[in-house]
């Protein structure tokens, strides 16, 4: 039976859907973050993961620092319905890494503006880092699920967290005023790396992965 | 006064208690009657539009905050300034119930550009023409229209002077509109 929890478009989330959720979170985020830490030889320091119904209008709380110029690198997964993954990097961020991973490159936070201010090996390593990371969770919930979830090729762009996130708010709410956000935060401080994963299932969808766990794991979502 | 959307979790933000005006909400100002104008503000716009319908002369004006074009399901509507097809209508109805007069509105809108330059990533576009011909049916004066591109928007409005000042992603400064 059933117990009573969030009721969500028809969709019941009950608290251990929530947790199944956040597990999930845990699994995919765990496997981007070791080919991560095996890419940059280095450690993961933070991990945090959480499973969030939000209302649309409150996801750009989700974050920190929401006017504040960040690199995004947005993925989707078609299946019979969307999923969308996007990582959020601080500029710092991303700097660090392009001149970690390429020795003769020496940018500079104040000298990118916009992506145009970036050669293409930079940018060939900020889309390689975002394959990395969300081909890795894809892959681990593909595992999980027995379904295949294969991301499309990264798109970067830089600019303000809360514009980047308009077209991914707009795409999720618009049979709901609720998203389900499974985030991750991930810090590696001695590279001074500050990165969030948010994993967006369509509700659709998630009513086909509970089935799913349903049926193969015997659970009783 | 200053009216906010009753549901609404607007922040007073920086020294000067401007109001940021959150997706999906609207605000108001009618201020015949009051010294203290906050501006209206939004940091951050992608490919919502931030629609401003103002009276100069009867120094009323209202901002809100749109990301969808139409409604897409049928189920209640919560949150109707998240809808350019409602938004517009809603937002002429509350000047003219605080005292604004039909002939005298004037619109600003701001928005809609893409960020994440995909193919299939036409929401911007969607409500930038969505906006256009509500304003269009509704004959009210499109007086400022900045849409489109591939860069987030800052947007502020002095409902004191009808002043605009937008600024681009990557741009130095705010560029005064009207």
């Avoid at chain 2, 009657?33 to 939004?42: A, D, G, H, L, R």
Wanted: charged share 20%.
């Amino acid at each position: 039976m059933k117990k009573k929890g969030i009721v969500l478009e028809g969709v019941q989330f009950t608290p251990e859907q929530l947790d199944l959720l956040k597990e999930m979170g845990n699994i995919g985020s765990g496997h981007a973050i070791t080919a991560l830490s095996e890419l940059l030889n280095n450690k993961i320091d933070v991990s945090l993961t959480s499973a969030e119904i939000i209302p649309f209008w409150k996801v750009v709380e989700l974050f920190e620092a929401p006017h504040v110029e960040v690199f995004g690198v947005y993925s989707e997964i078609h299946l019979i319905s969307d999923i969308s993954i996007i990582q959020i990097f601080t500029k710092e961020s991303v700097i660090n890494l392009i001149n970690l991973l390429n020795g003769d490159s020496n940018l500079s936070v104040e000298k990118i503006r916009t992506c145009d201010d970036l050669d293409d090996l930079s940018l060939s390593i900020i889309a390689e880092i975002g394959n990395i990371l969300s081909g890795h969770y894809a892959n681990a919930l593909s595992d999980l699920l027995a379904i295949k979830m294969v991301p499309d090729v990264p798109i970067i762009a830089l600019d303000i967290l809360s514009a980047m996130l308009n077209g991914l708010i707009a795409k999720y709410s618009q049979i709901s005023d609720y998203l389900v956000i499974i985030k991750t935060k991930l810090a590696m401080k001695n590279i001074n790396m500050n990165c969030v994963i948010c994993f967006i299932p369509s509700l659709d969808i998630l009513e086909k992965l509970f089935e799913i766990l349903n049926i193969k794991y015997d659970m009783d979502l | 006064m200053i009216i906010l959307e009753p549901t609404d979790q607007v922040k007073k933000t920086g020294k000067d208690g401007s109001i940021f005006v959150t997706i999906g909400h609207y605000a108001l100002s009618n201020s015949k009657n009051t010294s203290v104008i906050p501006n209206f503000t939004i940091f951050g716009l992608g490919s919502c539009i931030a629609l401003i319908l103002f009276d100069e002369l009867n120094r009323v004006s209202a901002m809100s905050h749109i990301l969808l074009p139409r409604v897409f399901s049928n189920k209640k509507i919560l949150f109707p300034h998240k809808y350019a097809s409602l938004s517009v209508k809603l937002l002429l109805e509350e000047l003219l119930n605080h005292g604004a007069v039909r002939e005298n509105i004037k619109a600003f809108f701001i928005g809609g550009s893409k960020i994440f330059n995909i193919e299939n990533n036409l929401m911007g576009n969607e409500n930038t023409i969505s906006v256009r011909a509500e304003l269009n049916a509704l004959k009210i004066h499109i007086i400022v229209e900045d849409t489109g591109g591939l860069k987030g928007r800052n947007v502020i409005f002095d409902p004191k002077s009808f002043s605009l000042y937008v600024k681009s992603t990557g741009g130095i400064d705010y560029k005064k509109l009207y």
